[in-house]
């Protein structure tokens, strides 16, 4: 999926999970835009004026809408409770003790950040 997507080859150990969860992220997307722009489509054919020339203040009475909108929020729980906390806890907890971790001196600017590295 990475070449598919054009990401770059892999730096670090973890990058192969965390590009599978921006894999998944982008078919979810897909799957949304895919999804919600054959809704709009449908919505402008079946609600056109020619086909409705008095308005129906009642509206649409089924529950289409309201099993869509579970399905994405469920979706979205899978991918952050099931992929990403999952992911970033595993990050956190392997944190390289003091005498091998890296250092770098970090200047803030308004538009960059200078990186340099310890040493001579």
């Avoid at 869509?68 to 992929?83: D, T, Y």
């Amino acid at each position: 999926m990475t070449e598919w997507l054009g990401m770059q080859p892999l730096a670090a150990t973890h990058g192969g999970q965390i590009d599978n969860l921006i894999g998944w992220i982008h078919i979810f997307m897909l799957v949304l835009f895919v999804g919600w722009g054959g809704f709009i489509l449908y919505a402008i054919i079946r609600f056109r004026k020619s086909r409705n020339p008095v308005a129906d203040y009642k509206g649409v009475t089924s529950k289409n809408s309201t099993y869509a909108e579970v399905g994405v929020a469920v979706v979205e729980a899978v991918l952050l409770i099931g992929f990403a906390i999952p992911l970033w806890a595993a990050r956190v907890d392997s944190i390289p003790p003091a005498n091998q971790a890296l250092e770098v001196n970090l200047t803030p600017e308004q538009f960059a950040w200078n990186v340099r590295y310890a040493g001579p």
